[in-house]
């Protein structure tokens, strides 16, 4: 029996890495409400298995405490305090308690994930699946650009309503593969299915027109070849010499780059062109054509509302409660997110939940680095290629909200329990 819960446990989160993107990312409420049923379902059985086998296994080392820490500031945001002259320090004590509920969800899956994704033939069948999703999405969006919504109906960009969502959620799967094919751990005979899946992904990236998703690629292809590749070749056995480190840089950096242009050049660069060309517009405060806001307009009036509570924000999930007084549309613009994570969570959670977001960055990178420290390469491939997703997102989280979407989180976090250390190494 134990051994059966522990398998299910497992075969269920690998469900869960497939299933959740397909209800629009899981943005709407009974999307999400179900995404965390199903958490709270494996965390009974994760209960039930403790039980049977008396013995406490977890994973994830300190990378949950910044995310428990979050929970424990939105708890106290519903407290009567009265610091702020309100009953409770947040603005809308429903939203928070909403809020909560996915942010303990989240931390749920996350350790199930790090505890479950606990072998080399499990981590490895995780991967795959990854990567296979994000291939399988980025095909369907790629076909959906051409002939419509016949592929999918309910989705503009896969089963995304949102072209940035859509490249964020790629960007992760992008990096991962990259990680594989730059740590030499894949046998040569499906070499190429891994880059022509890579070149698949990029194309619907590029293809989805969305600036912050090229942002995060470029940034990703940097970190491969600067961070990654020469980490990868001095935790080998042999250690290359410097300059030779530096030329395979400088070529993954190229081959990166022909990469871009080679993807541009099979689906066409026009949407992606047209909205670059509308950045210096979106600067100066012009809307425009094809958005609905500024964010611009919307960053400025967010920097007001956390000048105005520093501290402990206005509460989680509280946000678009309290941005209208700060709205200088007259209310023109119905702005529910910053449109910026990081500027989200100092709105909502203030300087302390922004000290929280930092911790877990920073041990996120100090983590993964260390597991990395290996000889083995297939682990230090998946370590290494989890942390470029992980970065990318963390780059595209500067100028969209895709940390929010849950199907996007679902997959930042099963990315951040692949950086992990495997405990029988």
Known sequence: MRFILDKLIYLALLLLLIVTPLPYGAVESWSTALWELAVVALLILWGVDLLIKRQLRLGGGWLAWPLLGLLLLGLFQLMPTGLTGRETITLHPFATTQTLLRIAASLGFYLLAATFLNTDQRRTVAVNVI??????????????????????????????????????????????????????????????????????????????????????????????????LPFTLSSGKSRPSVRSVILRSLATVLIGGAAIAGSLFLVGSEGLVRNLSQTASEVEGRLPEDERFSRRDIWQATTRLIADHPWFGVGLGAFPYAYPAYDQSSGAQRVEQTHNDYLQILADAGIIGGLLALAFILILFLTAFRAARTHHRRRRSIILGALSGCLAIAVHSFVDFNLQVTANAQLFLALAALTTRISDE
């Open 131 to 228: 990567i296979i999703v994000c291939v399988l999405i980025a095909l369907v969006g790629i076909g959906q650009s051409f002939i419509g919504k016949a592929l999918w109906q309910r989705g503009s960009f896969g089963p995304f309503v949102n072209r940035n969502h859509f490249a964020g959620f790629l960007v992760m799967g992008a990096g991962l593969t990259g990680g594989l094919l730059i740590g030499r751990s894949l046998r040569r005979e499906i070499l190429a299915l891994y880059a022509s899946g890579l070149v698949v992904l990029c194309a619907a990236i590029l293809l989805s027109a969305s600036r912050g998703g090229l942002l995060a690629l470029g940034a990703e292809i940097l970190f491969l070849a600067l961070v990654v």
